[in-house]
């Protein structure tokens, strides 16, 4: 029997593809430590994002494959995972206690912006992340709905806000701070200001992602607020009419104007599947966000379908990732929350293996 050595694995490894950053574990520097003796194998894996639901599988792929080679006699597989402070623009300050802040977009309104904002939130959780909402839309705050949150939020030192925790998710919204039924007309520079204190004036505990549910459109309020907040990365939701995807392509742009890398494309009410006869119909058009993606070069992070459940469950407050924790719709909700955390990880990576190796020459 022959001997297997460090270098047979590394070449094993370099043909595993983690799917849910699409790069094999050896480019995407997930491989932390290698170790043969004799026929024992022993790899340990770190992945930099919430994976709970996806690391047993992988792990025992991965054993399998190395079990497989010749001269393997037993092997081990730790996967870790490490989720670490990213990069944001201009070089903004970071907010104490929050590692990452990633800002879902539309172009348009009522594409399903805080539907997809509230279940990526848990889903990103239930992955097992410290996870928490701004709502930034001060205009149509839905997020204390969606969670079943109500009230003014506490305070221990009347100068911060304790946020209001529900699901195991922290948030603030400026939804409990306001009577329900009160008009909102304040002007740019108000809303500007209000957003800031409440992302500021809130007591975050160790947060590893905040999301942050923005107004739709790409006004002045929202490109300030891309200018203003330290944003590690973006997401842009969608519906495949060409309307709301002529509008999502401004929020890209508006984001690449700021220097926020966009995570990807979600298109939300891609399908509809009939509840009495489960016949599939693509009422607002189909494979738009595809398209939109391939156009900008950017990753589609998966499809929502039109599904009467997803609001219905939003509606009660208590979303789908919640309410019906092994459906189908949970699982694609969990996967697009990996893979937008994934490419966070990958992207700081990217970076730093962008920087210049400094050779010092010998004359
Ligand atoms: N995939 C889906 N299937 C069925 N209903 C959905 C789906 N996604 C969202 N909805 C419903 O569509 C409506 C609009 O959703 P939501 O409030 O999330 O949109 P939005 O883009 O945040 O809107 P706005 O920013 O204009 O307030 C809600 O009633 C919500 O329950």
Redesign the pocket.
Known sequence: MSMIEKADIEDLLKNIIDPNVETDLMSAHSVKSIDVHGGHVLVNIELGYPAKSFIDGFKLQITDQILALEGVSSADVNIIVNIVTHGVQNNLKPIANIKNIIAIA?GK????????SVNLALALAAEGANVGILDA?IY?P?IPTMLGLSGYPESQDNKTMMPKVSYGIQTISIGYLIEPDQPMIWRGPMVTNALQQLLNDTNWSNVDYLIV?L??GTGDIQLTLSQQIPVSGAVI?TTPQDIALIDAQRGLGMFEKVNVPVLGIVE??SMHICSECGHEEAIFGSGGGMAMAEKNNLELLGS?????H??QF??SGRPTVVADPNGRATEIYKEIARKMSAKLALKSKDYSSKFPNIVVQNT
């Not at 929502?304 to 009467?308: A, E």
């Open positions: 539309s309104g009522g594409v399903g912006k805080s539907t997809t839309d149509g839905s549910d107004p739709p939701v939300n009410m929502l379908p039109l599904d009467i997803i609001r939003a509606d």
